[in-house]
Structures are given as structure tokens and as C-alpha cells.
């Protein structure tokens, strides 16, 4: 009896040690075909709203984890992603680093210049820190156009692209292939966060600052580590799309970029990564699709979040996982 029941235990393992295989056999077929197959099937122009579409979802991971997770609502996801372009830009244009010199400085300035920000949070909530922090972005954007002699004012600068051992990667397709890695290292670190201890106190931050207190955390240090994990991800969009462009200016880091921001995560889940990354491959295709219809793409996402709230209201991640769920 005892030999049998060692028996089925035995196989039951060998079962999930099988499925384990397969799911991640499925993961690093995926991940090889993401990998490989844009760049050879794919016109510069899509592979170029592909990178736009990355940069986009760093920007919403980040942006989602203070607001629909931790439910700060703080309006400076522009201001944090003009800070990540503005010195990746500034130490390669100015300080003749390279991209990868300068992709970390920026992530590190973004980083604590949201942790710094935090600080309001500590003390104003709600409608308050929203206003704030938009102060913040509107101040950011008023000093990159009167920083001449750093900034280059409103006539912007010209950025370098990346080289690796001297080669330039100048085409969308090379772009590409260094964006991609970088985006899925982001949500790796960011499922990884999400899933443990302090994902957890994310969470309780947004459900109750009293209990989270109770409990013996304080909510302000909890506060400060979610506004630098967005201001980490925004610095990496910022100096990624500054790499796509080639060029950046003042009025590209305004408050359209966290409006944006907020509808793409809206449309794809408050507080949810797949609706994140959901969220900001619609909104990237809207953007683009409609980029030459001055008015139409407003028009576009209002359409879009009506649809999504009437249709949806748990947003495209929602949706999946009702249909998960009831099957």
C-alpha cells in the first residue's frame, strides 16, 4: 500500500515537473519569436512604433504601480520621463558618455528625484498631491526651456545613437533588439516586486495607510519606494525613447504624457501588469494610426476609455481573466 501511494506520488511529480517544462519551453519559444521575428518580417516604420510601444510600457508599469496599486495619485509620470531623456541626452551630447554610461545615471536621477517627491506624498494625498505634482511637471518643463547653455532651451538637442564596439545602432530593427531585452528584464524585476513582501505592503498601502501602520510598517517609507520604482522605470523610458528619436525637447515631457499614461492604464487594468502592457500597445497603435489627424487621436482615446469602462470596466486585463476564469 505504502509502495503504491510512493508510486502515484512519484508520477504526480514527474507530471508537474512536465508541465513546468512545457510552460517554459512555451516562454523561451515566445521570447525567441519576439525576439527574432519583427526584426525580419517588420518595416523600419513598425519596428520603430515597437520601440515607441516599449518605451510605453515601462512608462505605464511604473505609472500603475503608484496609482492603481499603491493608489498615490501623482501627476508627474512627463516630468520623470523628460528627467530619464534629458540626462542620458546631457551626459552623451555634453560629457561625451556613452549610451550605456549614461542609461544608468539617468534611471539614478529619476530615481531619486521621485523619491524625493515622495517626500509631498508624505504629507498631501488625493486631489492635493495631483496637483502638486503636476506643479512639479509644469516647474520641470519651465526649467528645460530656460536652461539654455544645459538644455539647448526649446530648440531641444540632438541625440546620439548607440554604438556597441564602435557599430552604430541606427536602424529601428537594431533598436529594437536592445530595447526588447531591456523592457523584459523591467517586467521581470517588476513581477518579482509584485509577488513578494513588498508588493504585498503595495498593496496594503493603497487598501489602508492605518492598517499598513498597525501592522508596524510606516506608510511613508512604503510611499518613497513605490514613487522611486516609478521614477526607475520612467528614467529607463526616458533615455530609451531619447535613443528612438534621436531628438528631445521641452514640450515633448508635458502633462499629455501622463494623461496618456493614465488612459493606458485605464484601458488595460488599474493595478494589473498584463493590462499595463495591454494598455500601452493600444494606446502606442492608437497614437500612431491617427498621428496625422490633429484632434482625432484625442478623440481616439476618449473613445477608446468609453469603450473599455462601458464594455469592460476591469480594463483588457480584465477581460482575459474572466475568460480564464470561466473556462
Known sequence: MQSSDSLAGSREQAAKMRGRMAVGGAWILAAAGLFLLPPSLFSDYQLYTLNLALVNILLAVGLNLVIGVARQFA??????????AYVSGICQVRYG?????????AVAVATVASAAISLIAWRAGDL??????FGFGEI???????????TNGPDGLAIPRPAVAGALLAAPGQLYLLFLPLTVLALI???????GSLGRLFVALGDSEPA???????????????????????????????????????????????LQQLAAIAIGGFGSLAGSVLGSVTMTLVDRVLIDFPGLRELGYGLCLMAVFL?????????????????
Not at 501627476?75 to 530619464?84: E, M, P, R, V
Not at 520641470?140 to 544645459?150: E, G, I, M, P, R
Open 311 to 327: 464594455i469592460f470596466p476591469g480594463g483588457l486585463a480584465g477581460l482575459f481573466s474572466r475568460r480564464r476564469s470561466s473556462t
Open 140 to 150: 520641470f518643463q519651465f526649467v528645460l526651456v530656460h536652461a539654455d547653455s544645459l
Open 212 to 258: 499598513l501602520a498597525s501592522i508596524g510598517y510606516d506608510h511613508r517609507v512604503i510611499k518613497t519606494a513605490a514613487f522611486a520604482i516609478q521614477g526607475a522605470y520612467a528614467g529607463l523610458a526616458g533615455a530609451l525613447f531619447a535613443a528612438a528619436v534621436g531628438f528631445i525637447d521641452p514640450y515633448s515631457f508635458g502633462l499629455s504624457v501622463t
Open 97 to 105: 558618455l556613452s549610451f550605456f554610461a549614461a542609461l544608468p545615471l
Open 75 to 84: 501627476l508627474f509620470t512627463g516630468a520623470l520621463f523628460g528627467i530619464g
Open 128 to 133: 492635493y498631491l495631483a496637483m502638486i505634482t
Open 189 to 195: 524585476a517588476y513581477r518579482y516586486i509584485e509577488t
